[in-house]
């Protein structure tokens, strides 16, 4: 694997990371995150360094085997872009439905 692709996995699982240590601390409740706009920045912003990564990995191999690694890229835009309209629930979901395999993915190439 490319020292830099491993790198951006490297940062990616590292915001992972961090998501779950917010996790721990603020609650696993949807309703902590939606009243707390400090979890929900950190969220946000470790979301942003995922998208960014991704976007550099595929300019250096696009066929890279992950899930959605356009949409990560375009989550990322959207969290930047389109702050404005961002709602709290379309985050959470992809805390809760998308990262923890995106962890996995991750975490398989890593160690290949």
Do not use: C
Not at 41 to 69: H, P, Q, W, Y
């Amino acid at each position: 694997m490319d020292e830099k692709v491993a790198k951006y996995i490297s940062d990616m699982l590292q915001a992972i990371s961090e998501i779950e240590l917010a996790l721990d601390r603020f609650g696993k409740q949807y309703d902590n995150f939606e009243s707390d706009v400090v979890f929900r920045k950190f969220v946000e912003r470790n979301i942003e360094i995922m998208g960014e990564a991704m976007n550099r990995i595929l300019k250096i191999d696009s066929s890279i085997n992950i899930t959605s690694a356009r949409k990560i890229v375009d989550t990322r835009n959207y969290v930047i872009h389109a702050y404005d309209s961002l709602k709290p629930d379309i985050l959470w979901a992809i805390v809760v439905n998308h990262i923890p395999r995106l962890k996995n993915e991750l975490s398989v190439l890593l160690n290949q």
